[in-house]
């Protein structure tokens, strides 16, 4: 059995899980597979597929879209070289393709299914490790996410915003249909409520949970930052489907109810949706074999 990695208070975990941010210590501050000749190799490995490995370089606002940050064209491995003051945002996406940091999220996952229970392995789709490399200042846009996310600071500072997935004025019931529907960057950064984030200061051995949606954004410290998230994805798309069937009741000038509101009505939308998914893969399917 190998040593622990995660250091979560039991009681906190149960309370908050996948529903409110909270921060944890870890044992990887510093580790040296996260040594800058190491995350070198396995970039240049990851970048042979251009979709394991997403950077851009210049100034980001913190509600600027994605679409619309500043494209760069250098190698990942000369952006790498640049680090310190390229002003660079490098996501490897699946770092667990190695596996040496395999075994690092294999062990993280086994001790949050081991925390949350076994009924946890069962909704996991798929789980990922993905290594975000940021320049000094740099900042990392606001936006909500599909995943469960545990983000675990390794090198450097950082300090991350997350927001209450459940606040309406912050993230209101539109954006969320919209995420799921046909916007991954829907959610839009609203400064007058800053002051509602709950703000975590990340040193190297901390990290901060994320619920799947809750808004955040983050803001990296004077060096160079190295965190690792580790995060799955869910069976369960029964939320993401009424989500999606209200955004086409909103585009027809309705205002449907949100999920969670009524049981009755959440069935239907999931029969609706659950229907014209089947309707779709049997189109593909005749598609595929005329
Ligand atoms: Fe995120």
């Known amino acids: 059995m190998s040593a622990p990695l995660l250091f979560m208070d039991s009681e906190r975990f149960q309370r908050f899980f996948d529903r409110r941010a909270f921060d944890f210590a870890h044992a990887l501050g510093g580790h040296p597979l996260f040594e800058a000749s190491r995350l070198l190799a396995l970039a240049q490995r990851l970048a042979r597929?251009?979709?394991?490995?997403?950077?851009?370089?210049?100034?980001?606002?913190?509600?600027?879209?994605?679409?619309?940050?500043?494209?760069?064209?250098?190698?990942?491995?000369?952006?790498?070289?640049?680090?310190?003051?390229?002003?660079?945002?490098?996501?490897?996406?699946?770092?667990?393709?190695?596996?040496?940091?395999?075994?690092?999220?294999?062990?993280?996952?086994?001790?949050?299914?081991?925390?949350?229970?076994?009924?946890?392995?069962?909704?996991?789709?798929?789980?990922?490790?993905?290594?975000?490399?940021?320049?000094?200042?740099?900042?990392?846009?606001?936006?909500?996410?599909?995943?469960?996310?545990?983000?675990?600071?390794?090198?450097?500072?950082?300090?991350?915003?997350?927001?209450?997935?459940?606040?309406?004025?912050?993230?209101p019931e539109e954006e969320i249909e919209r995420f799921w529907t046909v916007d991954n960057n829907a959610a839009v950064y609203?400064?007058?409520?800053?002051?509602?984030?709950?703000?975590?200061?990340?040193?190297?051995?901390r990290g901060v949970h994320m619920p799947i949606n809750a808004p955040h954004w983050v803001q990296n410290g004077p060096e160079v930052s190295v965190s690792l998230s580790i995060n799955f994805h869910e069976h369960d798309r029964e939320l993401a489907d009424i989500y999606r069937v209200n955004h086409w009741l909103r585009r027809s000038g309705l205002r449907p109810t949100p999920p969670r509101q009524s049981r009755f009505i959440d069935g239907i939308k999931r029969g609706v949706y659950g229907s014209t998914r089947s309707v779709r893969r049997v189109t593909r399917h005749l598609w595929a074999h005329p």
């Open 49 to 171: 597929d251009p979709r394991d490995v997403y950077y851009d370089a210049g100034r980001a606002e913190v509600g600027q879209r994605w679409d619309d940050l500043p494209i760069c064209e250098v190698p990942i491995d000369e952006l790498l070289r640049r680090i310190e003051t390229a002003d660079a945002w490098i996501v490897l996406r699946k770092a667990e393709k190695d596996p040496a940091y395999a075994a690092i999220l294999d062990t993280c996952i086994d001790e949050i299914i081991a925390l949350a229970g076994r009924s946890l392995r069962r909704r996991m789709k798929l789980t990922n490790a993905i290594i975000f490399i940021n320049s000094p200042h740099r900042v990392s846009t606001y936006h909500i996410d599909r995943e469960c996310n545990f983000l675990l600071q390794i090198r450097g500072t950082k300090t991350v915003s997350v927001f209450d997935r459940y606040d309406r004025e912050v993230l």
């Open 190 to 205: 609203k400064p007058q409520y800053q002051d509602r984030a709950a703000v975590h200061e990340l040193l190297p051995g």
